[in-house]
């Protein structure tokens, strides 16, 4: 899910006359979906940490392909889940705004002045139309929201999401607006979220699925081991054309949809692993969003002040565990109650000022 989007669960009580009776109390969030964000936001974590190691060791790549392959599809297709909802009425619409519009509006502006003081260089020009590193989901998540009420009405909308994400990595003058090549792209897993039902998520949490998730994850790293030298890994990212890959065009359909499948089944024993009930990092996962975009400082901190070339011993096992260590302690710190305290105001605001009553 969208850490911007409220759980459709929850029941949307009207304002009514007090002879009518009270609307029943809102239901209780599923601690699954909770669950799965914060592992999701932590395999985010993860990616991004191993990235430098990956430079030389081919071990690391591995796993650093695995958790490519499925992280941003995973939570994508949560999120396509928890837009059901959306049908373009004015509480939605301000919803949308003050959890997604205006966040990004606040983080493109504080990344840019960022790396202006971090880098202690001159400021790179302000865009808003040029979403900054992690700013690339928000914009992503705006754009498939608004776009929600034609999806549900369409009659083959995840057919259609794969034409238009086959067209997009055929397309290599898209431009950077809104990085639309990368929204593009992901378009189909956020259809198929929107399109799931609960009975989906329960099917892939049946014992037989959870033990055959095991060779599944084992088999895709040693692939991921195979493939490593051999594979341009700009793949994963689903940001590039074919004719930026220096690919052939019949490789669009066939590495669309062979990447989406390897997704799909990769985040189908995810899931299956994600702990059913309340558990001690059930209630990080309402805070997400502000793991996500915080810890993208300390990222790029890590790289321009060349963290991982201080030690040779982080490019030891080691220092695989050490990173590991450290990138899940920080993403969890950055989930927890007193830092979504400190920041509401910039992910969270409610901004009644802005709107009519």
Known sequence: ????????????????????????????????FDNAKYLAIVLVALGHAWEPLTHGGRAATALYLTVYAFHMPAFIVISGYFSRGFDMSPAKVKRLVTGVLVPYLIFQVAYVYFQHRAEDAPPEPLSLLNPWYLNWFLAALFLWRLTTPIWKLI???????FVIAIVAALTPGIGVDFDLQRVLQFLPFFVLGLHMKAEHFHAVRKRWVRIAAVPVFAGAIAFAYWVAPRMNESWFYHNSAVQDLHAPLWSAPVMTLGMFGCAAVLTACFFA????????????????????????????????????????????????????????????????????????????PRMKWAFRR
């Open 155 to 161: 009659r083959w909308p995840v057919p259609v999401a």
């Open 1 to 32: 899910m969208s850490p911007a989007a409220p759980p459709p669960s929850r029941t949307e009580a009207a304002s009514a006359p007090l002879s009518v009776p009270a609307a029943p109390a809102p239901a209780q969030r599923d601690p699954f």
């Open 273 to 348: 692993w994600v702990p059913r009930r309340t558990v001690w990092f059930t209630t990080l996962g309402a805070g997400t969003l502000y793991g996500y975009l915080l810890h993208g400082f300390l990222i790029k901190l890590s790289r321009w002040q060349e963290w991982y070339d201080a030690y040779d011993w982080i490019r030891e096992p080691v220092g695989g565990v050490v990173v590991t260590v450290i990138a899940i302690a920080v993403m969890t710190a950055l989930c927890t109650t007193p830092v979504r305290r400190v920041f509401r105001f910039a992910m969270e």
